[in-house]
């Protein structure tokens, strides 16, 4: 018997039967099974070589593992080593195709027809774990799928199972054809369009897995943007031929992504499926799941999501705190909640609510009709929500990988103009205990969902400081738009790494501060994108501005149609450079540059010392801003000073006082930033009073005290601590102390070139 054409070379097999044992060593694509019985084949020490099962029939079944390497040690009858894995070929039939899996030290699993259950094999071992598609083919007519196979996990695993399900062709009967030879070839992808595969090169990249996105919004676009730097590939689906990600996808599908036969079309072409909105035929989800498609997010995830009454009955069993919610079915229910929650009321839609839609505030139980009517009725499943009294909408992105391994990004501030992000702060400026509550709630909450992928959760802060959450998107979000520019992973890279199994990237913040502004349309048509490209060209005139155009097509009020990120040293400097960006305002430089280090003293007659703090800072270029504030002659602008110095940018105080020198250990005590005192020579006991008042701080209250008038060091060590994080100042430091060496060398070559009575006389003329 002839096998057929394109089978890989097999390295060992070890046959079993009635009769026995045998080894076969350096078998190419030949028969090795003998008679019409049960045979079993093993593969030992093999590297991307397929496992060959042939009988009598002229069955041949091929399963490629992509980069793997098993290894077993011996290979014998029953009982197995634990880590084997046999698998059993029965007889091939002209209608149906059985296949025994044994698992080591377990009874083989019942024989399973793939027509009625479809599912072919289970196997439980970790050196299948990275085993892709696969399907099967008649022989010598490789372009005919007769079965499609299909791995439930088709890139790393984090469990130790792996299933593979099998269905039949419409277009192809077996019963039909004569004597079928068949063959499973493992693959990248499944597809039922030949001419495609031919013609498309191989995948290559960080991963082999064809990532393919429901939706081809902007959140497709900056997903293929950050594939593209990962060398991952990604297909879109979306009923638009121009949507924003058409024009950066690997591949763009041109279908609805709620309409499942474009969906199960799609998800032939793909090794996982992902989605950038949540409103998708999440039925035709679960089947592909059932099928083995590999979606991440779980279906289950996202039908949870798109009900939004489901989705806080969900969040309610898992002990999320929530605002008080109940399901209203008729005006007469709704009067009710509205008795018991009182107003104003929160009437939301379940389904369809995104950006503004889905939402209306009751004011009164009189405005309960038109908050039905203008979210289209009972019909189409409303609820309602007690109002929260919040002081701020907080978001925290929450990354969760195969291995269920979380990462979170920090806590966001978000700001919505009519229910629409506008803006948004990060970090929050919340306290941190805050920060590490809204962490809290926004992990438990995605642990109590399945998949991996990127999750945003919204939150309100409370007035009593409560964390309460507002919902869930199973997907990025326009709350971690700003992680582009501001963190050392987007939220886009991490999604992609999340759902192909790569490790998760570092979350953390990069920059001080960053604000994210949302360009929405201002005005229809081209009215509104000359306004929104007059903003943009202003933009770029900001430092630390970074444009984002999500290339729309067509203009609306209100559609979000790009964005704008600005990072800074502080949230006050950046606030500051967008309030000029949208007054429309010249930027000039010194406006732009916001005082990193802050130089006080109690009085005036201190300047003649500090001045030689701020001579250090000019000569290292370094952003100052020199004040009068004195601790017992205006101790409410030294709390007002110390306590917001911080959030204005502020990096490092310094500190000048005589006598009592109480500002130094006042502002230390008021303010998280290092300070920096100055003991300044008064008129008596020469500065020791100062000295010994600042350096007798209490535990708790640090102050790094310099020499008595000795502005320069507290100068120098300001640019020191700013030297930590950035590169310039450490080098230009090192510089100083090189100039600093030079200079004593140069003084001492001179002493002992003209003596030091020369010396001394030249130094009143001559600087040395």
């Not at 948004?424 to 920060?435: D, E, G, L, Q, Y």
């Not at 809204?438 to 990127?454: D, F, I, Q």
């Not at 604000?515 to 933009?539: D, S, T």
């Not at 020791?688 to 708790?700: C, F, K, N």
């Amino acid at each position: 018997m002839s096998s057929p054409a394109g089978l890989a070379t097999v390295v060992s097999i070890v046959a079993v039967d009635s009769g026995g044992a045998g080894v076969v060593p350096e078998v190419g694509a030949a028969v090795v099974s003998r008679g019409r019985g049960c045979r079993t084949v093993l593969l030992t020490k093999f590297r991307s070589l397929p496992l060959l099962f042939a009988d009598t029939t002229n069955a041949v079944l091929e399963l490629t593992i992509a980069g793997n390497v098993l290894h077993s040690n011996q290979f014998y009858c029953p009982p197995l080593p634990t880590s084997s894995v046999f698998m059993f070929l029965q007889r091939l039939l002209s209608s149906s195709l059985l296949i025994y899996v044994i698992e080591a030290d377990a009874e083989p699993f019942s024989a399973l027809p793939h027509i009625e259950t479809r599912e072919v094999f289970v196997a439980k071992n970790q050196g299948l774990n990275m085993l892709h598609s696969a399907r099967v083919v008649l022989s010598g007519h490789s372009t005919i799928p007769a079965f499609a196979f299909r791995p439930s996990n088709p890139c790393i695993k984090t469990t130790s199972s792996l299933g593979f399900y099998m269905e039949q062709s419409p277009s192809l009967k077996l019963k039909q054809c004569h004597q079928p030879h068949l063959a499973c070839q493992a693959t990248s992808r499944d597809d039922d369009d030949a001419s495609l595969r031919n013609d498309e090169p191989p995948v290559h990249g960080i991963s082999e897995v064809v990532v393919g996105v429901l939706g081809g919004g902007q959140l497709g676009r900056m997903m293929c943007q950050a594939a593209s730097q990962m060398a991952i590939k990604v297909m879109v689906l979306d009923p638009q031929e121009n949507c924003p990600a058409s024009s950066l996808s690997y591949h763009h599908m041109v279908g609805s992504f709620d309409e499942s036969t474009k969906v199960e079309e799609f998800a032939k072409r793909c090794g996982v499926l992902t989605v950038e909105i949540e409103h998708v035929d999440v039925d035709t989800l679960e089947k592909l799941e059932k099928q083995g498609v590999d979606c991440q997010p779980k279906a289950s995830t996202v039908r949870i999501i798109q009900d939004k009454y489901q989705q806080k009955v969900h969040f309610s069993k898992h002990g999320i705190p929530l605002p008080e919610f109940m399901k209203i079915d008729d005006l007469e229910s709704a009067k009710k909640v509205g008795e018991l929650f009182g107003y104003p009321l929160m009437i939301k839609s379940r389904r369809l609510a995104y950006d503004g839609r889905g939402n209306f505030v009751a004011k009164s139980e009189e405005e309960l009709s038109s908050a039905v009517d203008a979210l289209g009725g009972f019909d189409r499943g409303l609820y309602a929500e007690k109002w929260a009294p919040f002081v701020k909408e907080l978001a925290v992105i929450v990354a969760r990988g195969r291995d269920n391994s979380i990462s979170c990004y920090p806590v966001v501030e978000t700001i919505h103009r009519d229910n629409i992000c506008h803006i948004v702060k990060a970090p929050a400026n919340v306290k941190w205990k805050t920060r590490e509550l809204a962490t809290e709630v926004a992990v438990n909450a995605v642990k109590s969902l399945e998949g991996a992928g990127v999750f945003a959760v919204e939150l309100f802060l409370t007035n009593d400081g409560e964390i309460l959450l507002n919902e869930v998107a199973p997907r990025p979000h326009n709350s971690g738009h700003h992680t582009i520019e501001s963190c050392h992973t987007s939220q886009f890279e991490q999604h992609l790494r999340a759902v192909v199994g790569l490790p998760l990237g570092d979350p953390s913040l990069k920059t001080p501060a960053a604000i994210m502004y949302n360009i929405l349309g201002e005005e229809e048509g081209e009215l509104g994108f000359q306004l929104a490209h007059e903003l943009m060209k202003r933009a770029l005139a900001i430092p630390g501005a970074s444009v984002h155009w999500y290339d729309k097509p067509e203009m609306r009020k209100q559609r979000k149609m790009g964005h704008i990120t600005i990072v800074g040293p502080s949230l006050n400097n950046i606030e500051s450079n967008l309030a000029i960006l949208l007054e429309g305002k010249r930027l000039h430089d010194k406006t732009a540059v916001a005082p990193r280090v802050g130089i006080i003293m109690g009085s005036d007659s201190d300047l003649p010392v500090m001045k030689s703090a701020a001579e250090i800072l000019e000569m290292f270029g370094v952003p100052h801003e020199v004040r009068i504030v004195s601790a017992h002659r205006t101790p409410e602008l030294m709390f007002s000073y110390a306590s917001s110095a911080h959030e204005r940018g502020i990096q490092v105080i310094i500190a000048g006082a005589g006598g009592a020198a109480h500002l130094p250990g006042m502002v230390a005590a008021l303010t998280p930033l290092p300070v920096v005192g100055v003991p300044v020579r008064a008129s008596t006991l020469d500065g020791l009073d100062s000295l010994l008042s600042i350096v007798q701080m209490p535990r708790g209250v640090p102050v790094a005290t310099v020499a008595v008038n000795n502005a320069t060091n507290a100068g120098l060590l300001a640019v020191r601590i700013l030297g930590v994080a950035n590169d310039n100042l450490l080098s230009r430091m090192s510089q100083y102390q090189e100039d600093q060496k030079e200079i004593v060398l140069n003084k001492g070559d001179k002493l002992e070139k003209h003596g030091w009575e020369s010396y001394l006389k030249n130094r009143r003329t001559e600087k040395y």
